[in-house]
């Protein structure tokens, strides 16, 4: 059974760097059949998907447009996690922060089957 | 970046059918835009109830089903019940990038 644990500090200040992880039990941050996400919800901008990091021989990340210029994320094999950085932030960036697990089954991506637990994370001074 | 519409809210009927409709800004939905449908509750994560346009996954009830119809993903609801009530919400995937939806509250009354 996979599960994502997130941990990181549910207040930051406007023009700093938040920071989540996403530990992962049951799977490899380094699976060649995975890739692992970031995803956030706020009541003014829905759902919106942040960016993913995989590995195929070598590490790869897709990242939004909204947020291209400001996300990073990394994985650590060593801990089995991957962490999002999003610099520059500003109240806007206040919201639920979700990871999650694609798992590639043969032909088939299944996207985002299993979800961390969310994080609140306020964006204020 | 591409922007998904989906209607804001519907009403259903207990036992009625609604179909709930996902467009993308680029132009007519396609398989290859892999449509996923996710059902949202208050107080948890989303979850998926339709992944490449109209595959279903095992807890997935049958009264669910997804197709591409009329340049859009589609989601129909047969048979509503009232554990139906809830946020729906698509995903498309241009290349390496996926956009959610802007979510339709689905009402069951």
């Known amino acids: 059974q996979v599960q994502l644990q997130q941990s990181g500090p549910g207040l930051v200040k406007p023009s700093q760097t938040l920071s989540l992880t996403c530990a992962i039990s049951?799977?490899?941050?380094?699976?060649?059949?995975?890739?692992w996400n970031w995803i956030r919800q706020s009541p003014s901008r829905g759902l919106e998907w942040l960016g993913r990091t995989y590995y195929k021989s070598k590490w790869y990340d897709d990242y939004a447009v909204s947020v291209k210029s400001r996300i990073t994320i990394n994985p650590d094999t060593s801990k089995n996690q991957f962490s999002l950085q999003l610099n520059s932030v500003t109240p806007e960036d206040t919201a639920v922060y979700y990871c999650?697990?694609?798992?590639?089954?043969?032909?088939?991506?299944?996207?985002?089957?299993?979800w961390g637990q969310g994080s609140l994370v306020t964006v204020s001074s | 970046q591409a922007v998904v519409t989906q209607e804001p809210s519907l009403t259903v009927s207990p036992g009625g059918t609604v179909t709930l409709t996902c467009g993308s800004s680029t132009g007519a939905v396609t398989s290859g835009h892999y449509p996923y449908w996710f059902q949202q509750k208050p107080g948890q994560a989303p979850r998926t109830l339709i992944y490449?346009?109209?595959n279903k996954r095992s807890w997935t009830p049958a009264r669910f089903s997804g197709s591409l119809l009329g340049g859009k993903a589609a989601l129909t609801l047969s048979g509503a019940q009232p554990e139906d009530e809830a946020e729906y919400y698509c995903l498309l995937s241009y290349s390496g990038a996926r956009v959610f939806g802007g979510g339709t509250k689905l009402t069951v009354l």
């Open positions: 999650a697990r694609d798992k590639i089954v043969g032909a088939t991506t299944l996207n985002f089957d299993y």
């Open positions: 049951g799977d490899s941050v380094s699976s060649n059949s995975a890739a």
């Open positions: 490449d346009t109209s």
